[in-house]
């Protein structure tokens, strides 16, 4: 965790908001982008980002899908594992099932 982001902040709100700041995108933006009425839109999404709520999962694969990462990405607490999963995520569904058997199988 850098030293700017609060200890408090939970696995998902850090990296939605990496994810958000990547895109240059506001706290308003994401909230509105996932139906959240723009008055409160900022206000919700800086709960979730600083790990004051956590998002329900409904929610947190909206913001998935706005984000353009996948969910499992956002929950997952290790970087490289979390770097691995976008790898694949972003891969046609047939390329990925390959790549991923070809992993797991050099692992057994």
Known sequence: ??????????????????????LGWSQEKVGVLIGIDESSSRARISRYELGVHEP???TARLIADVLG???PYLYCEDDDVAQLLEALHRLPSEQRARRAAQFLSSLA
């Open 1 to 22: 965790m850098d030293a700017g982001e609060s200890s408090a902040a939970t696995v998902v709100g850090r990296r939605m908001r990496a994810r958000r700041e990547a």
């Open 56 to 58: 329900p999962v409904s």
């Open 69 to 71: 990462v996948s969910l």
